[in-house]
């Protein structure tokens, strides 16, 4: 029987099976354990030194024992602490970005996917380099920098080299004054060598889904295809790490398996990248199931009500403090309003989730992954943002400027943020504001700059984003960070 060890590089070594189940078995004997939890809450409340904080977050015990508590007290004061980390590590700034589906093209027979092999009633298409020419203009037309591209499983129809054609040629587009300066990549877990070329062809942020740690569930889940190898597919992110990739981006599907399950497991992978590789995951993504053309989520029986959801992204936020966190527009404006609070940093906007969406004027549902709850456009998810007191971010500084892996963590842990990612957060929110807002949005944006320029603490930064955001109003110029 394999025995747990977070250092190992085998799959059901370190997303063990049974120390999951022991999380879970005292997580529940615990629960009602008030001592127990006082102690946990406190470890997880961030702590200032000097002019930073430091937090060093939970062990997927820990943090599996408070998701277990029903305490509605304990839990109020969870979500405050969620706040807390959230303002102390991230600010009051939301980041922002777009899906781009490249393919729909997929060899794999994932049950909660209308993209799987035998669903025959959905068009397939891939985009040629012209029409991702088209998306991306459309995408720079809203006002976006950030991508994240997606693409089926298929070695005859994706290859690594069209996905490597398709990173170039996003790269190579700049229309008026827009540029997408951050490809993030959602494709299908692959060989070294691949997630090598990926690295040298500029990529942000790898991302894989782990969809369930459950293996049995993740076999039958994925019956056919490269996907069904739940061991390949789990130690993806360590030959991505072997492959020079520092930034990768971890998430669930919820609503495949028990959620507690899966929180546990998402933890113990997070707490494997720190042992073996020396830092946690850049990102953990939270999506749940959701309707798509032959999909039914009710199929499933593992949904979990907004409720226990906002409970999973508290404790998430809980035990990786320095992990930043995503919800995509799967997710409804009240869902996410909620959830923006108690720790999520980054969110999609304006997205359309089908191949070739962005250039057809009315959203196309015939190749859509998943059906939009929050199909609001771009420039109305700004202004809902500053309007609940977020400054939307369109922010790439840290890729742009090396900062990956640990240099991106120890930007976060030394208490930078209000130096370094909220003066950069205002000089894009500017940019955007200039080339692409509506009227109503450039004026609560340039009302939200102003006072937030007074936040900034060190005099020097200060004027410098100041004079900055006036070259960007007055001059026309572009692309500045720090
Ligand atoms: S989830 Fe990914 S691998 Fe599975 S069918 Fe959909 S596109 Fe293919
Ligand atoms: S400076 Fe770096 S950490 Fe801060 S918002 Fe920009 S990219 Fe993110």
Redesign the pocket.
Known sequence: MAVYDPGSLKAEEFINDEEIRATLKWAEENKDNEELIDRILEKARPVRKGGSFSCPGLTHREASLLLACENPEKIEEMYQIAEEIKLAFYGNRIVIFAPLYLS?Y?????L??????TNRRIPRKKLTQEEVRGEVTALQDMGHKRLAI????DPVNNPIDYILECIRTIYGVHHQNGDIRRVNVNI?ATTVENYRKLKEAGIGTYILFQ?TYHKESYLKL?PT?P?HDYDYHTQAMDRAMEGGIDDVGLGVLFGLERYKYEFAGLLMHAEHLEAVHGVGPHTISIPRVKRADDIDPSAFDNGIDDETFARITACIRLAVPYTGMIISTRESEEVRTRLLRLGISQVSGGSRTSVGGYTQKERPHDTE?FDVSDQRSLDEVVRWLMKNGHIPSFCTACYREGRTGDRFMSLCKNGQILNCCHPNALMTLAEYLEDYASEETRRTGLQMIDEELKRIPTEKVRATAQENIRQIRNMGRRDFRF
């Open positions: 729909n997929c060899v794999n027979g994932c909660y996917c209308p993209y799987h092999s997606e693409a089926g499983e299908a969809e994925h295809g996907k992954q």
